[in-house]
């Protein structure tokens, strides 16, 4: 288990970010992706994205299934949308 700035996310779902991220391939892509994977092989309990990193993200869970990933996504939309 991972926490991504501040939603718990299974080490499934994490790797399975990692993917997303890693498909995509931009530099913000894969600086996160980078992040996760150091977290998870180093059982780091959280991760705190950058705005740039949490883009990232919400770049590429257009869709998540239910969970941790879901989660994360409304979470970081509602972040994005209190921002001037």
Not at 36 to 44: C, F, G, M, V, W
Not at 68 to 74: I, K, N, P, S
Request: net charge negative.
């Amino acid at each position: 288990m991972v926490e991504v700035n501040g939603i718990s996310i299974s080490d499934s779902d994490a790797r399975t970010l990692v993917d997303l991220l890693m498909r995509v391939g931009r530099a913000d892509d894969l600086s996160v992706a980078s992040v996760i994977e150091y977290a998870l092989a180093e059982r780091i309990g959280r991760v705190d994205l950058s705005e740039a990193g949490g883009s990232a993200v919400l770049g590429v869970l257009d869709d998540p299934p239910d969970g941790g990933l879901a989660r994360l996504r409304d979470a970081l939309t509602r972040a994005h949308s209190r921002r001037p």
